[in-house]
């Protein structure tokens, strides 16, 4: 395992569609591996293998609220409703946040690591998470639809996630 580079905004790997994976072989896997210690390292709830330079369907995802850690191959929404407005960041995007439009509901068909094939439901915030790295796949980044994009410095995050914690729990501020 190993924690990979993050390639930023202005990378022409963030702006390609990625290509469709065939088969999950070990090699793959290694690497899922590797986005998913890269997620966790850098408190990250997702990450599209794009955003380490890998241009396949590949994305991972936390919501660190009970979903868990998955990784998921070829994701493709089937089903989506209701709309949600919320704020996002991106590990490709440090610092800028900014407020997205997304659906609120979602169904998502795709692969799991052994090539197994998985249909997961997901809504609130997981539901934008999914929707947040499917576009990395198609080469679009969250800064072309968010509106209010502001810039927060680390040392102010830290201490805005410190007061949302005390106030209630909340994830929705760490990157995506
Ligand atoms: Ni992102």
New binding site residues.
């Given amino acids: 395992m190993a924690v990979l580079d993050v390639v930023k905004a202005g990378h022409p790997v963030l702006k390609q569609v990625a290509e469709p994976v065939e088969h999950v072989n070990k090699k793959l896997r290694a690497l899922i591996d590797d986005m998913a210690e890269t997620m966790y390292k850098t408190e ?1 709830v ?3 293998a794009p ?1 380490v330079a890998v241009s396949k369907r590949i994305i991972v995802v936390d919501d660190q609220a009970g979903s868990g850690l998955i990784a998921l191959i070829n994701p493709e929404i089937t089903h989506a409703e209701g709309s949600q407005v919320g704020p ?6 440090p610092g800028y946040f900014g407020d997205v439009e997304r659906f609120n509901k979602i169904t998502v068909k795709g692969i799991d690591p052994h090539n197994k094939k998985v249909t997961i439901k997901a809504e609130g915030f997981l539901a934008r998470i999914f929707q ?2 499917i ?2 796949l198609e080469g679009h ?2 800064i072309e639809k968010a509106t209010n994009l502001r810039l927060i410095a680390r040392n102010c995050l830290i201490i805005i996630l410190y007061v949302l914690s005390l106030w209630e729990h909340q994830t929705f501020l760490f ?2």
């Avoid at 996002?88 to 995007?93: D, H, I, K, Q, T």
């Fill in positions: 990250g997702g990450l599209a955003q996002e960041g991106c590990l490709s995007v947040h790295e576009d990395h980044l969250f990157p995506l």
